[in-house]
């Protein structure tokens, strides 16, 4: 998966505390959104309302999980945006209205059959993926890699269905794409992650966790 933003966004400075600025936070998603336009053809339509909602909620959450940071930081710098990821896709502010164009350039062809699957998903899980890697890379000067099941199109249907039914899943999906370790039955809590567990010297059950199947 390209990280269309991310250079963009790593300019900013300080751009985690930015993103937990309403103003901020609906600036980078909108011009996120602006450049997938751009760039693939598709347009969207975000509903200013449930994109607050959406951030507010995220603020809560990451508020009640905050002490995790201490634990592991570039871990949960992860798991805060799969907490906002998960808040986006439940409330969908973003709506695609146009199909992407039939010719996208090089970089993004590997990924049109994705971005025509689930244009709202793509958008929501890009822009998550980059605001980690430019934050990561201000913050500990590396940015993540990316798995090769960021561009799986048949990962991208199990991610939808199970998303859709329980968004938390989105979480789980998000570690994924980033080489982590998900934790498929309880991706929502921070104290249930692996990286969290190992730092504490726990044992981690999300080995043992099956992976939802690809249907």
Known sequence: MDLLFKNQMANVPDLRHRLRQLRWFRATLRKH???????????????????T??????????????????VDRKDFIIFAAGLVLKELIRLAPAKAVSAPDSNLSDDLA??????????????????????????Q????????????????????WTYRENASEMPGFAIAFLDKFLGQEP???????????????????????????TEPSQN
């Open 110 to 135: 590997n990924l049109s059959d994705i971005i025509r699957f689930w244009p709202e998903g793509f958008l929501y899980t890009n822009y998550c993926i980059c605001a980690i890697a430019a934050v």
């Open 33 to 51: 959104a602006n450049l997938i336009t751009e760039m693939t053809g598709v347009r969207y339509d975000i509903d200013e309302k449930r994109l």
């Open 183 to 209: 934790n498929w039955v309880m991706p929502d809590f921070a104290s249930a992650r692996a990286a969290v567990q190992r730092a504490l010297g726990a044992d981690h059950p999300a080995s043992a966790l």
């Open 137 to 156: 890379e201000q913050e500990f000067g590396t940015s993540p890699d990316i798995d090769q099941s960021a561009s799986d199109l048949r990962t991208w």
């Open 53 to 70: 909602e959406a951030f507010l909620n995220w603020i809560e959450l990451v508020n009640q999980n905050k002490h995790y940071a201490a």
